[in-house]
């Protein structure tokens, strides 16, 4: 790309090679993967992030490998859209994902907010992927056979700053 010319211009060239360019998601995601410098299990984070390229906003789904605190990007998508995205986007993502790597090869999943869906929990329990998932602090948990729930920063009052606490058994959490 050359810097003096225009931005639309660069990046209409850009869609130009992209849309007659094939190549296979799972190789490419094999071979980025191979360029970071851990093993398994590994930390694996799914984020969407939104990137500007002059005038036009992309955004994307990614999920990467954590390595010294930077994700190093395993598999992606680009949404059509700003703001949220849902379930089977992130299903889909992940599934890009796990042709990559095995969930037994992963230490834990993380991912903020966003990502606390049932319909996306309950796919990350049937793949048998680890996660930590932040949880807003008025999100209903309680026992997996809903006898019972309170909300998240019930439990969490009990500690302290950089403390953790875990419940025990197996445990449920309301809303979407």
Do not use: N
């Not at 931005?7 to 360029?35: I, K, P």
Request: charged share 20%; proline share 5%.
């Amino acid at each position: 790309m050359r810097p003096q010319v225009e931005t639309d211009s660069t990046y209409q060239r850009l869609q130009h090679f992209f849309a007659g360019f094939a190549f296979g998601y799972e190789a490419l995601g094999q071979f980025l993967l191979e360029l970071v410098l851990t093993d398994p299990p590994y930390v694996v984070i799914i984020d969407r992030t939104e990137w500007h390229f002059g005038r036009t906003a992309v955004d994307v789904l990614t999920v990467g490998v954590a390595y010294e605190g930077i994700a190093f990007p395993v598999a992606w998508m680009a949404l059509d859209h700003g703001g949220g995205s849902g379930a089977d986007k992130h299903t889909e993502v992940l599934e890009q994902f796990l042709q990559v790597v095995r969930p037994d090869q992963i230490r834990a999943l993380v991912a903020d907010r966003e990502f606390t869906g049932s319909d996306f929990l309950e796919v990350l329990e049937e793949r048998k992927v680890p996660f930590v998932i932040q949880l807003k602090v008025g999100r209903p948990v309680g026992s997996a056979s809903g006898e019972w729930s309170l909300p998240v920063r019930m439990f969490a009052r009990t500690c302290g700053v950089q403390q953790s606490s875990l419940l025990g058994g197996r445990q449920g959490s309301g809303g979407s």
